[in-house]
């Protein structure tokens, strides 16, 4: 489906420098310098969009999207929408709206959360509810090499060869599998960590003719046959390059999604896995279950401007754990507006100096904490009267940098 219109990203010299990461798995990777990058981040379930947490990680896979393509990589990145699910339908029938209904409304509240923080839109937007074939034919191909077994209506993928990768114990496992969406008790099943593939039609709720019968996807299914059709150029072991999303999805989600891949095509799924870190308000994680989330599109309707939310997002480190507050806000409230004052002004302190430590801070894991210090140095030295004697007319130089690698218009 269309996303949300592009952005034009002012021309800024990256001196070449390549973007480090740190990999959930592998510690630092520095990414190889590449014409194609493809990325495939896990998308939001449209029925409760788009609190901070949700807009904290996408502003991090924006973040190495900027980097990338300034540094003339070609990045391809596909981000679905969970637009049939169980906590979907759940907010649905509570709330008596057809899920249809409420999943179109919070996607265009996606849309404009996403597009009001000038985050660069995926190059592919894709609804699984338009994937549904592609979903079909992916388990077909799974059940052909004989990965598959059905308990009643429902089908189930055979994990047990894949949990050799498994990177936490199997008991751990088995217990956040069950928080998050799992069914390990379930009687009949080979393995308890065994995700579904296929459920069979319920009174009420939606569903699609298949060759397995009337009935809906389950949730790991959809990411890898989506990531699969749009991604893959079969020109190397991996099927992308990188796979994001916030860190309570490195298991179950990826680690399913990446032995069903590899169950099909004998390949990985991913060169490099980069997760975010959770974000907190009034001292826990942010979660629909403590009540505890706070929407963009309410920060917005109150009058915050969107980069000054931005700005605040950046203030921690996207792989730590933070904390959303009212200070923050402050906090970002006030960096943004020295910086403000330091651009509306004719003369500045020159800024290569600047610009060097920020190419560094990003291209060091996306170090923005680091990168918005160099910032408001370089602000307090443009506004200092001391200073006069240095000053020069570049602030229009740092004005096109903020804009390219960090997506703040100030
Ligand atoms: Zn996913």
Same mark, same amino acid.
């Given at each position: 489906?269309?996303?949300?219109?592009?952005?034009?990203?002012?021309?800024?010299?990256?001196?070449?420098?390549?973007?480090?990461?740190?990999?959930?798995?592998?510690?630092?990777?520095?990414?190889?310098?590449?014409? $194609? $990058?493809?990325?495939?981040?896990?998308?939001?379930?449209?029925?409760?969009?788009?609190?901070?947490?949700?807009?904290?990680?996408?502003?991090?896979?924006?973040?190495?999207?900027?980097?990338?393509?300034?540094?003339?990589?070609? $990045?391809?990145?596909?981000?679905?929408?969970?637009?049939?699910?169980?906590?979907?339908? &759940?907010?649905?029938?509570?709330?008596?709206?057809?899920?249809?209904?409420?999943?179109?409304?919070?996607?265009?509240?996606?849309?404009?959360?996403?597009?009001?923080?000038?985050?660069?839109?995926?190059?592919?937007?894709?609804?699984?509810?338009?994937?549904?074939?592609?979903?079909?034919?992916?388990?077909?191909?799974?059940?052909?090499?004989?990965?598959?077994?059905?308990?009643?209506?429902?089908?189930?993928?055979?994990?047990?060869?894949?949990?050799?990768?498994?990177?936490?114990?199997?008991?751990?496992?088995?217990?956040?599998?069950?928080?998050?969406?799992?069914?390990?008790?379930?009687?009949?099943?080979?393995?308890?960590?065994?995700?579904?593939?296929?459920?069979?039609?319920?009174?009420?709720?939606?569903?699609?003719?298949?060759? $397995?019968?009337?009935?809906?996807?389950?949730?790991?299914?959809?990411?890898?046959?989506?990531?699969?059709?749009?991604?893959?150029?079969?020109?190397?072991?991996?099927?992308?390059?990188?796979?994001?999303?916030? &860190?309570?999805?490195?298991?179950?989600?990826?680690?399913?999604?990446?032995?069903?891949?590899?169950?099909?095509?004998?390949?990985?799924?991913?060169?490099?896995?980069?997760?975010?870190?959770?974000?907190?308000?009034?001292?826990?994680?942010?979660?629909?279950?403590?009540?505890?989330?706070?929407?963009?599109?309410?920060?917005?309707?109150?009058?915050?401007?969107?980069?000054?939310?931005?700005?605040?997002?950046?203030?921690?480190?996207?792989?730590?754990?933070?904390?959303?507050?009212?200070?923050?806000?402050?906090?970002?409230?006030?960096?943004?507006?020295?910086?403000?004052?330091?651009?509306?002004?004719?003369?500045?302190?020159?800024?290569?100096?600047?610009?060097?430590?920020?190419?560094?801070?990003?291209?060091?894991?996306?170090?923005?904490?680091?990168?918005?210090?160099?910032?408001?140095?370089?602000?307090?030295?443009?506004?200092?009267?001391?200073?006069?004697?240095?000053?020069?007319?570049?602030?229009?130089?740092?004005?096109?940098?903020?804009?390219?690698?960090?997506?703040?218009?100030?």
């Amino acid at each position: 489906m269309n996303s949300w219109p592009a952005v034009m990203l002012p021309q800024v010299s990256l001196k070449n420098q390549p973007l480090q990461l740190v990999d959930t798995f592998k510690a630092q990777v520095k990414l190889p310098a590449t014409r $194609f $990058f493809s990325v495939y981040v896990c998308g939001i379930t449209p029925y409760d969009a788009t609190h901070l947490g949700h807009a904290a990680t996408y502003l991090a896979y924006d973040l190495i999207n900027r980097y990338l393509t300034l540094s003339h990589t070609h $990045f391809h990145y596909t981000q679905n929408i969970t637009d049939v699910d169980d906590p979907l339908l &759940e907010r649905a029938n509570r709330d008596q709206v057809d899920w249809r209904d409420l999943a179109s409304s919070q996607i265009d509240l996606f849309i404009e959360d996403m597009s009001s923080l000038r985050v660069l839109p995926p190059s592919d937007f894709i609804k699984v509810t338009d994937s549904i074939e592609l979903i079909i034919s992916f388990i077909a191909r799974l059940k052909e090499k004989d990965h598959v077994y059905q308990i009643e209506d429902d089908l189930y993928f055979d994990v047990a060869p894949s949990l050799v990768d498994l990177s936490i114990s199997e008991e751990e496992a088995i217990s956040i599998f069950a928080q998050r969406g799992g069914d390990p008790d379930r009687i009949g099943k080979r393995h308890r960590l065994d995700p579904l593939l296929w459920l069979g039609n319920k009174a009420g709720e939606p569903g699609w003719d298949s060759p $397995f019968g009337f009935g809906r996807p389950g949730w790991h299914v959809e990411c890898t046959a989506i990531a699969l059709e749009f991604l893959d150029r079969e020109e190397s072991d991996c099927v992308i390059d990188l796979q994001g999303g916030g &860190e309570d999805l490195i298991f179950p989600h990826h680690f399913m999604s990446a032995a069903l891949i590899k169950a099909v095509t004998d390949r990985n799924f991913s060169k490099f896995y980069v997760h975010t870190g959770m974000m907190g308000y009034q001292g826990e994680k942010m979660s629909k279950s403590k009540g505890n989330l706070v929407f963009v599109s309410q920060l917005l309707k109150d009058g915050v401007d969107p980069m000054i939310i931005r700005w605040a997002l950046m203030i921690d480190h996207y792989q730590s754990y933070r904390e959303w507050s009212s200070d923050l806000l402050t906090r970002a409230s006030s960096d943004v507006a020295l910086v403000r004052q330091a651009l509306a002004k004719s003369e500045v302190y020159p800024v290569a100096g600047h610009l060097s430590e920020l190419i560094d801070a990003l291209s060091n894991n996306l170090d923005t904490p680091r990168a918005l210090s160099i910032i408001l140095k370089w602000a307090r030295q443009s506004l200092d009267g001391e200073n006069s004697h240095l000053l020069v007319n570049e602030s229009g130089e740092m004005s096109r940098a903020l804009d390219a690698l960090l997506g703040l218009t100030l």
